[in-house]
């Protein structure tokens, strides 16, 4: 079975769209952020939501909250949109799934969480398109964020940025950015569980 290009259908659209659509682009972290902001900036009007109640420390949050608008704040790349943090919500979806190894099933309700809500958002403020920065993350399986993300945009109307941002080398990019900016990366995804299994 041919596995589909999600960076060539995220050239596409970039190719197409019309300049200056807003796009609400959840971001898990600064780091992570950077190629996906550089890659997109010349064709959206791009607003960063750091939504990520999957991160259950507090200070690591706010640790990794401050470096996204510290680097929103020195590019001028994305405009932000500040959300409550509240860790109940991720424990809400990871229930019964606590076992799950990382990248299972308990990920899959973690992302549908993040998404579900980057699109109400979108759609509450009038943005046209709605992505994530997930992608970027050598980590992370696109098949199963794009297809979250297309069934979601089924349901709210909002459209999906379909994307697959490691690819072309999209992960040593944003390393190297992170760099350039002197940007904080965390060595685990977010929450309580993968931070049990980092090595």
């Known amino acids: 079975m041919n596995r589909v290009n999600f960076h060539l259908r995220m050239l596409e659209i970039l190719q ?80 019964g799934r606590e076992a799950e190894p990382e990248g299972g099933a308990r990920c899959t309700r973690c992302f549908a969480l993040r998404l579900s809500y980057t699109a109400r958002r979108a759609k509450e403020e009038g943005f046209g398109w709605f992505g994530t920065t997930l992608s970027v993350s050598p980590h992370k399986d696109a098949a199963r964020l794009n297809a979250l993300g297309e069934q979601i945009a089924a349901q709210t109307g909002v459209r999906w940025l379909y994307a697959d941002f490691k690819k072309q080398n999209g992960y040593l990019r944003s390393t190297e950015l992170a760099r350039q900016y002197g940007l904080y990366r965390q060595n685990y995804c977010g929450c309580i569980f993968s931070d049990w299994t980092r090595s």
């Open 16 to 95: 197409t769209v019309p300049r200056g659509e807003r796009l609400l682009l959840h971001s898990c972290c600064g780091p992570c952020s950077t190629r996906c902001l550089e890659a997109l900036k010349d064709v959206f009007r791009v607003t960063v939501l750091y939504y990520n109640p999957n991160i259950t420390d507090a200070a690591e949050y706010e640790k990794r909250k401050a470096e996204q608008m510290r680097f929103l704040q020195e590019t001028g790349w994305a405009d932000s949109i500040d959300c409550p943090y509240d860790p109940q919500e991720f424990f809400a979806v990871a229930k």
